[in-house]
């Protein structure tokens, strides 16, 4: 019996969603050490709003380019309470978590600040158990439990640790910003079928405006240049900008699960540019906290559960392929996948390994 295989072309777009993927999750990664060394001379508040400004732009332009060009948006534009949601999601990760990161980056190395950034999946997995009836399964709480024992061994004291590298503070700040960071993911799960270009611009032209409007407020700007000025908005328009869009560029060539599991190399990443960067002291404790939390992060992402669950019928619209969910026709020209279109779905009820994804939206 010969073995069924892909075509080369569908070769080439796994390969190349993979390799988005992991530039998403490197561009990420990088503005940790970079943005601990912006913030020697700027305020944690300014800093954020650039970034996420610069990031909201980008984005922007992009929808604008897409209406242009008349390209098919998927799920359309936000409407509704969907902006309520979106609006949670803009002030919890674009506001408040930021600015906690970087007063904690302040007071923690920047290997260490990554290797901190794997709670975001745990705590996106948690809120979403307390929130919306998720089921955790064995991989979810070995997961969970090596990104703990991780944090752990990072926050004991030992030799060859840098003066000042791990304080309390600067760790719970980090932690903090993880679980906002958390709750804005839960949050934008709530309008996660409409333009992610659109959800990103609005995100980040709120957020920038916001926290600026605060910098000036309460803090004041810190010593800013041209040079900072434009370092700053390429951080942020690659960084929270470009980022996303290779991330949403590899959900619809790979799917959730192997996009998330490439991307959680994200804090592994951080860490090791830390380190390259700005020259902060390998100890052993910081390369066994990278091996289990990177782990542990992997492992989030690979939790799944099957069940027997019910769909009730529906009517959305959202990008999609012939999966086992999406068995319709089209109209002749309407052949390519991935497409984006408002269809329906018939009420039934099957078991199957699944996430809670925008199609199962199921307490446990």
Known sequence: MSKFRLPAQMHGEIRRGQIEVIAAAFAFAASVPATKILLADTSPLALSGVLYLSAGVLCSLLVAISRWTKATAAGGSIRGT???????????????APFLLFLGLRQVSGHITGLLLNFEAVFTVGLGVVFSGERLGRRGWLGALAVLAGAVVLSLPGEGAAPGATRWTGIALVVGACALWGLDNNLV????????????????????????????????????????????????????????????RGLRRLGVMQTGMLFALAPGFAAILSWTILREQVAARGLAALLVMTAGALFLVLDRHEHWHEHEATVHA???????????????????????????????????????DVHHRHRH
């Open 318 to 356: 959202h990008e999609h392929t012939h999966d086992g969910h999406h068995q319709h026709l089209h109209d002749a020209g309407q052949a390519a996948e991935p497409l984006a279109h408002e269809h329906h779905h018939d009420a039934t009820k099957h078991a199957h390994g699944h996430l809670h």
């Open 82 to 96: 969907e902006w309520l949601w979106l609006g949670g999601a803009a002030l919890a990760g674009a506001v408040i």
């Open 189 to 248: 799960q709530r309008v996660s079928l409409r333009d992610a270009r659109q959800i990103t611009a609005v995100k980040g032209l709120s957020g920038g405006v916001l926290s600026l409007l605060l910098a000036q407020a309460f803090g004041g700007f810190g010593r800013w240049n041209g040079g900072r000025l434009s370092v700053a908005m390429a951080i942020g328009a690659v960084s929270f900008g470009f980022s996303i869009v290779l991330f949403v």
